[in-house]
């Protein structure tokens, strides 16, 4: 009957097999990110945490018990790496994030004064537009509406709405860029 022992030379002795396995397994853009070595040593440390749980009986089914814990370590570090992607559910507006309130505690007073006068401004420069373009924004940024909503509302496609909000929103930039007076 085999029994594995999981002394430190035992286990190194896997080293290279479990190496080449993990660096065929792992694209390229994981290896950029973590090197094969330091997987197969998480495995190789997980494999003796759980060395009570080797039921085999032959050096195979060792080699195969190994092959399945390096699968399991590389699987969760995609899962880590991968899973660090851009998730919609973590997705704000920026709509949304330009209407919040900034923390007051860390503000340079020099930098609130300037916000304060740039709200100022930005309140003149929306009450010198036109009525139904005033409404215009009045739809998109306090009822919050949608570019699809806003259409319906005006008769027009999505585009067409979308496409109405970006020439107000240029307009007003071009006025705050111009000096106050």
């Not at 390229?28 to 070595?37: E, F, N, S, T």
């Not at 814990?69 to 919609?88: D, F, P, Q, S, V």
């Not at 027009?156 to 909000?165: D, F, G, M, P, Y």
Request: charged share 30%; proline share 5%; glycine share 4%.
């Amino acid at each position: 009957m085999f029994a594995p022992t999981f002394d430190r030379e035992a286990l190194a002795s896997h080293w290279f097999y479990l190496y080449r396995l993990a660096s065929r397994a792992m694209d390229a853009r994981l290896r950029c990110k973590v090197d094969p070595g330091d997987v197969v040593q998480e495995a190789l440390t997980r494999a003796f945490q759980s060395r009570d749980l080797f039921r085999g009986t032959t050096p195979t089914a060792f080699r195969a018990w190994l092959r399945t814990i390096l699968r399991n370590t590389l699987r969760n570090l995609r899962r880590a790496w991968y899973g660090m992607r851009r998730n919609i559910h973590r997705e704000q507006s920026l709509e949304r994030l330009a209407g919040a309130q900034l923390s007051l505690t860390d503000a340079d007073p020099t930098d609130l004064l300037d916000a304060k006068e740039t709200r100022e401004r930005l309140t003149v420069a929306i009450a010198r537009l036109p009525p139904s373009t005033r409404w215009l924004l009045t739809l998109r940024y306090d009822e919050q509406l949608t570019f699809p909503e806003i259409g319906h509302r005006l008769g027009k496609s999505e585009a067409a709405a979308r496409q109405l909000v970006v020439r107000v929103l240029r307009r007003l930039r071009i006025r705050m860029a111009l000096p106050p007076g």
